[in-house]
């Protein structure tokens, strides 16, 4: 994680509620390769809390749930920041399918942690944003994979908050910066092991299954953008596409610009983001509580 980014976490981060850790679970195996996340419940609360689910960024292909955000752990949330296999270990979709696995095995084990199996949310940062829209809501069985455990649990989350991230890879490269080009070039050509400079029919139709934005439809949950306005990594115009489709589709987004913040803002984790973020999410929570 950018060393601004981490800064910002350490310093804007008083911890209102005790938590308990839970660390290295075991939800999935791939052969040798164990799968594992972290967990931290709230401590001495009266209801059961709903489940956050970090999903880390490192243009898919490093990074691992080490990164966490502690910003949000002074809110009533039980949070989860899971591993899953980068781009190096397996192409795309694989790491879809992890993400969806421990969905999978959060949502059947909600009782033995103590947390509402029926509240989860997903957030993520750049690359772990568009991991955490993709799984969020995409409808394609070939998103769902059989990793893991729990087949007959959904992988349906609540709602997505997806910070600095790609929306749409068709556009990407066109769209990305001199600066950013090749980099962007290099990850999501990792991301499928293929060209992606002049893509054929094939790489098209996975470009476009890889793309938050050609998933939208009227069932795909509320989602929260951040983005700032001077990111040369992914350009302003990515999370502006997910916006229109959403608005065209009528259904609830809310979109945050950052006039000031580049792609390794600090800012994003920072009040007063960090507690409108909160809010957004438990608007959602409260909407989905029995009784409301």
């Not at 008083?14 to 164990?34: F, H, T």
């Not at 009782?111 to 940062?125: K, Q, S």
């Not at 069985?141 to 749409?168: C, F, R, W, Y």
């Not at 600066?179 to 893509?199: C, H, M, W």
Request: net charge negative.
């Amino acid at each position: 994680m950018n060393l601004v980014i981490a800064a910002a976490i350490i310093l804007f981060t008083p911890a209102l509620y005790a938590q308990n850790y839970i660390n290295n679970i075991l939800y999935a195996r791939d052969g040798d390769r164990e799968l594992l996340l972290d967990l931290s419940i709230p401590d001495d609360l009266t209801i059961t809390p709903p489940l956050l689910i970090w999903i880390h960024g490192g243009n898919w292909r490093s990074g691992d749930k080490d990164s966490f955000p502690t910003s949000l752990l002074r809110n009533t949330f039980a949070h989860a920041s899971i591993d899953f296999r980068n781009i190096d270990e397996v192409p795309f979709p694989g790491q879809i399918h992890d993400i969806r696995a421990a969905i999978r095995f959060l949502r059947a084990n909600a009782w033995r942690y103590g947390y509402d199996p029926d509240n989860i949310a997903l957030w993520g940062y750049s690359t772990g944003g568009h991991l955490a829209l993709l799984s969020a809501l995409a409808e394609d069985t070939a998103l769902e994979g059989t990793v893991g455990e729990h087949p007959d649990m959904p992988s349906s989350v609540k709602a997505v908050v997806a910070i600095a991230a790609q929306t749409n890879l068709l556009t990407l490269l066109e769209q990305s910066t001199t600066s950013s080009y090749e980099e962007t070039k290099v990850a999501v050509q990792g991301l499928f092991r293929d060209d992606i400079v002049n893509p054929g029919p094939v790489m098209i139709e996975w470009l476009r299954l890889a793309s938050p934005v050609m998933h939208v439809s009227r069932v795909s949950p509320p989602v929260m953008l951040m983005h700032g306005l001077q990111d040369l990594q992914v350009p302003a115009s990515q999370p502006l596409e997910l916006l229109l489709a959403y608005q065209q589709l009528g259904i609830p987004i809310e979109m945050v610009w950052l006039p000031e913040a580049d792609h390794f803002s600090g800012e994003f984790f920072a009040p007063p983001l960090s507690r409108r973020m909160q809010n957004f999410l438990e608007g959602i929570f409260s909407t989905n509580t029995p009784g409301n």
